[in-house]
């Protein structure tokens, strides 16, 4: 994820990381060299002159803009959503954490460390779920020699580990180390871990309908390659210049639109999990007062 603040209008201008105009720059290529060719023959394809009147594409631009729109909203819509599930796991991972550390009075300290540790490698496991990594060099240092080869074969890590930590609570509760009240209040913070969890898997396995990313992405490549037609006998020479700028709109946005619809990746725009998983991490050990070491602040302003 890019976090910086806005700089001067004229520095936004040439920003390149966190811009998506990387991606699209053989797209715009192509449109621009195809609007020159047009340009060149004035809109003939062989001998036949291509008549389009441009009132059209205001018409087509209108009605293409408010699918975007509603496409854009939608995607933006997951994102958020992805970014409030994490957010509610960082509140809920100090609560659980804070109760097991003043609610249980029977382990010893150690004990508890370990739990608190096993709630860290909840996170990172549901992190690694998501963008379909094992993660399994950083559990190891989370879980135990037996628990990590309990994990070995399983495809819902998360849920393992969150059974592992419910049955160490029965197991508190069954030598009396915590009453009935406070049981049921642990369970009701596991079972918000396991809201969240299934909520990122449904964002996860539910991308936006193909037919609209299809729909989209179809009509803003046959508007921008049919808009040259259009624009050449009006604009001559500035024609491909303005199709480049209308082009770079749309096909930049349609861009946007398919990389915040899918949250939970690696791009410059995703969240930025590992960085919230870090966060969790330093909180509830610091609450557990089990030894760390600062993480290191990023160099640039890409945090993954």
Same mark, same amino acid.
């Given at each position: 994820m890019i976090v910086r603040q806005r700089t001067n209008w004229l520095k936004m201008l040439f920003i390149w990381r966190g811009s998506v105009l990387k991606k699209i720059i053989p797209q715009l290529f192509t449109i621009t060299l195809f609007s020159l060719a047009i340009y060149f023959f004035k809109g003939r394809i062989f001998d036949y002159k291509v008549h389009l009147n441009p009132t %059209? !594409? +205001? $018409? $087509? #631009? $209108?009605a293409l803009a408010i699918f975007m729109g509603f496409c854009n909203t939608a995607s933006y819509d997951r994102f958020w959503e992805g970014r409030k599930l994490w957010g509610l796991l960082v509140i809920e991972t100090r609560s659980l954490t804070r109760q097991i550390l003043s609610l249980i009075d029977g382990p010893q300290h150690e004990e508890k460390q370990k739990i608190v540790k096993m709630i860290s490698a909840f996170c990172w496991s549901l992190n690694y779920q998501l963008r379909n990594k094992s993660g399994t060099e950083h559990l190891s240092s989370l879980l135990s020699s037996d628990q990590i080869d309990q994990l070995k074969g399983k495809k819902f890590i998360p849920n393992i580990i969150l059974g592992c930590i419910a049955e160490w609570i029965k197991d508190q509760n069954r030598k009396g180390n915590i009453d +009935? %009240?406070?049981l049921m209040q642990l369970d009701h913070q596991l079972n918000q871990f396991s809201n969240i969890s299934g909520g990122c898997e449904r964002i996860y396995n539910t991308p936006l309908p193909f037919a609209y990313s299809v729909l989209l992405h179809r009509t803003v490549y046959l508007y921008c390659f049919?808009?040259? !037609? #259009?624009l050449v006998d009006s604009l001559d020479w500035m024609m491909p210049l303005i199709v480049l700028l209308i082009s770079y709109t749309f096909i930049a946005l349609d861009a946007i639109i398919q990389e915040i619809g899918e949250p939970f990746g690696e791009e410059e725009n995703d969240l930025a999990l590992n960085s919230i998983c870090r966060t969790i991490e330093f909180s509830i050990f610091e609450q557990a007062e089990i030894p760390q070491v600062e993480a290191e602040k990023p160099d640039s302003y890409f945090i993954d």
């Open positions: %059209i !594409f +205001t $018409l $087509l #631009g $209108l +009935t %009240i406070v049919w808009l040259p !037609f #259009g």
